[in-house]
């Protein structure tokens, strides 16, 4: 009997704890939502500094097709502390176009990710959501599946990259601001 006892405190402790972790996610996940509902309201009110560096070079071909690859990255950020707020990737290669979107949390730490393929008369091809907190994914949307637990090895390893994405439009832009102005 006392086993059973034992047992049963035991799953009711595992359910409880999965309960609240799970609860302490979806806040945090409208903690995000919120943070890109303000940073897209402030960049429409142009309350964050805009720097676009597009990329126009002979040499940036797509091998298969021959066709120029135009990459575009658009920095958002407040001059005054010098904090990014997000960064915008477009890429136009031959008839197909890449964008990404990478939100950071006023501490810095990259929170959510973005990413859509879509063809040039705008019908989307793909279309990810990656949700972060301390590099922890939180919630991976594909399409419009919701993917929130057990993530497979490739997810993982995406989100990883995802990281350190994020983390090296974080070291280009402290780069930026260190170049001397004319």
């Known amino acids: 009997m006392k086993r059973i006892v034992v047992v049963f405190c035991l799953v009711c402790c595992i359910t409880f704890s999965t309960i609240i972790a799970n609860a302490k996610d979806s806040d945090q996940i409208l903690e995000i939502r919120q943070l890109y509902q303000n940073v897209e309201a402030k960049i429409k009110a142009n309350?964050?500094?805009?720097?676009?560096?597009?990329?126009?070079?002979?040499?940036?071909?797509?091998?298969?097709?021959?066709?120029?690859?135009v990459p575009v990255y658009t920095f958002y950020w407040t001059y005054d502390t010098g904090i990014l707020s997000k960064v915008k990737v477009y890429i136009g290669q031959g008839s197909v176009i890449f964008e990404k979107e990478y939100l950071y949390s006023p501490k810095g730490e990259v929170v959510f990710v973005f990413e859509k393929t879509s063809s040039f008369e705008g019908n989307t091809l793909e279309e990810f959501r990656y949700y972060f907190t301390q590099k922890r994914l939180i919630r991976y949307i594909e399409g419009k599946e919701i993917i929130e637990k057990n993530y497979s090895t490739e997810v993982i390893d995406l989100s990883a990259?995802?990281?350190?994405?994020?983390?090296?439009?974080?070291?280009?832009?402290?780069?930026?601001?260190?170049?001397?102005?004319?």
């Open 47 to 69: 309350k964050l500094v805009k720097t676009t560096i597009e990329l126009i070079a002979n040499e940036m071909l797509d091998i298969e097709t021959g066709q120029d690859i």
């Open 161 to 182: 990259d995802k990281i350190r994405e994020a983390e090296t439009f974080q070291d280009v832009f402290k780069g930026m601001l260190k170049l001397p102005t004319q």
